[in-house]
Nanobody
Framework: QLQASGGGLVQPGGFLRLSCAVS????????IGWVRQAPGKAREWVSC????????YYGDSVKGRFAISRDNAQNMVYLQIDRLKAEDTAVYYC????????????????WGQGTQVTVSS
């Protein structure tokens, strides 16, 4: 299971750290991805951390502002979001994929309940 948390209402330029608590499997075996869905828009893959060596990947729209990390001992994956923009407003989900990352959100499974991020002044 995966459970995202940490969302909220933030002013433009602010920051948030989202958390994804995982249970029932090892982060050594599954890549974890973050996908977001803005109102009225399709889901967008934003980031992923691979299983074996923790290599990180980012979508073009978030590079330089988002940072994904993990704590294998705590079974947690984090998404640090800096310099938030209005267009970052979305529900953010974490999901898993066996071993390697993929930028196609359809390749992920076991979606947890998302967390809402709202960027507004």
């Amino acid at each position: 299971q995966l459970q995202a948390s940490g969302g909220g209402l933030v002013q433009p330029g602010g920051f948030l750290r989202l958390s994804c608590a995982v249970s029932g499997f090892s982060l050594d075996q599954y890549a974890i991805g973050w996908v977001r869905q803005a109102p009225g828009k399709a889901r967008e893959w934003v980031s992923c951390i691979s299983a074996r060596d923790g290599t990180t990947y980012y979508g073009d729209s978030v590079k330089g502002r988002f940072a994904i990390s993990r704590d294998n001992a705590q079974n947690m994956v984090y998404l640090q979001i800096d310099r938030l923009k209005a267009e970052d407003t979305a529900v953010y989900y974490c999901a898993r994929r066996q071993r390697v990352c993929n930028s196609d959100w359809l390749q992920y499974s076991d979606w947890g309940q998302g967390t809402q991020v709202t960027v507004s002044s």
